[in-house]
């Protein structure tokens, strides 16, 4: 009898030793981005939660999986725990989809190239890896200014041929800001309008929200880029020459200067988003714009100016019908700054 109670007992202990709760309790994040691992199955990820003290060996759990195929159904997200749980319960959580969010903001007006490198950021928590231009696509997507949530674990692949090549990297970040243009796509389906026309609206509405912050006037603005349109006239607009800057000629992203103020000097910049030097529209929108710029682009104002110029409270605009009425207004700007210097 009292070996009985003995083997009992050793039993009892041995299944606690092999199936029972570690204690640990907390959320844990299990895979992430920025992982290099060429595989991450089953097996790495129960060395992981091994090591992390979360499971008492990994072999308990491939034996309760060898029972009800949950190796099949694994997910990657974050796991939470409150540190009783027993090796069965820790598997049927890893069997539930976990999403990883991130939440981010892509403000009104805010530049393509500095959203996109956010994203990256946000995603890879890897300067380096978001410094590569060629990560960045400006011209087959748009965004929408908006707050999203991103999750993390539709980039998941549990085999990576090239796993830490820049070309695994670019492929999670596509996957996983994907959610990011469903606003763009919702509107072309609702619109039912062709890919070059939604790709003309788009760019006028970017180039309308990095001009002005004034609702009242972006409809004007959306006016005048028609005008000159009809007219065969360059655009000539500032934020297309702040995008190139921000673009930059040379190969370190993001390495060069964005000025505050132009200079004549600065609108020779050779780059095909530069509307004082090539004619037309840029090759796509500079910036998220907001809802309301987007229905600015589709119904311009009906007006007969060609020209605006920035007021000194850096606010609002003059706008002019005739190149003449322009100059004057820089001519009046210009004398009320030297005057308030």
């Not at 008492?56 to 034996?63: D, E, Q």
């Amino acid at each position: 009898m009292k070996n009985l109670s003995l083997i009992i007992g050793f039993l009892v202990v041995s299944f606690f030793l092999f199936f029972g709760p570690t204690g640990v309790s907390g959320e844990y994040v299990i895979w992430n981005p920025s992982n290099s691992e060429v595989h991450f199955g089953p097996r790495e990820i129960l060395k992981k939660l091994h090591k992390e003290k979360i499971i008492r060996h990994p072999a308990s759990l491939l034996f309760i999986w060898r029972f009800t195929n949950g190796d099949t159904r694994l997910n990657v997200g974050p796991i939470h725990l409150t540190g009783g749980e027993w090796a069965w319960e820790i598997s049927k959580k890893l069997e539930e989809y976990r999403p990883y969010y991130k939440k981010v903001t892509i403000y009104e007006g805010e530049s393509l190239v500095s959203s996109y490198k956010k994203l990256c950021n946000l995603i890879f928590e890897n300067d380096q890896i978001c410094k590569n231009k060629k990560m960045y696509d400006y011209k087959s997507n748009y965004i929408i200014a908006n707050t999203y949530k991103l999750d993390l674990v539709e980039g998941f692949e549990s085999h990576e041929i090239e796993a830490g090549s820049f070309q695994s990297y670019r492929k999670k970040y596509l996957k996983i800001i994907n959610p990011l243009f469903v606003f763009s796509n919702d509107f072309m389906e609702k619109e039912n309008l062709p890919e070059d026309e939604v790709k003309r609206i788009f760019t006028i509405a970017s180039i309308i929200e990095s001009e002005t912050k004034v609702e009242s006037e972006k409809k004007i603005i959306s006016g005048v880029i028609g005008n000159r349109a009809k007219k065969n006239m360059n655009f000539e607009i500032d934020a297309t020459v702040l995008f190139c800057f921000e673009l930059s000629l040379k190969s370190d992203f993001l390495d060069s200067e964005k000025p505050t103020r132009l200079f004549y000097k600065d609108l020779d910049i050779d780059c095909e988003y530069n509307t004082y030097k090539y004619s037309g529209l840029p090759p796509g929108p500079i910036s998220a714009p907001s809802f309301s710029s987007i229905n600015a682009a589709i119904n311009p104002a009906n007006h007969s100016y060609y020209f605006y110029v920035l007021d000194k409270d850096g606010v609002n605009h003059y706008f002019s019908e005739t190149y003449d009425e322009h100059l004057g207004y820089i001519k009046l700007l210009r004398e009320d700054f030297e005057s308030d210097s």
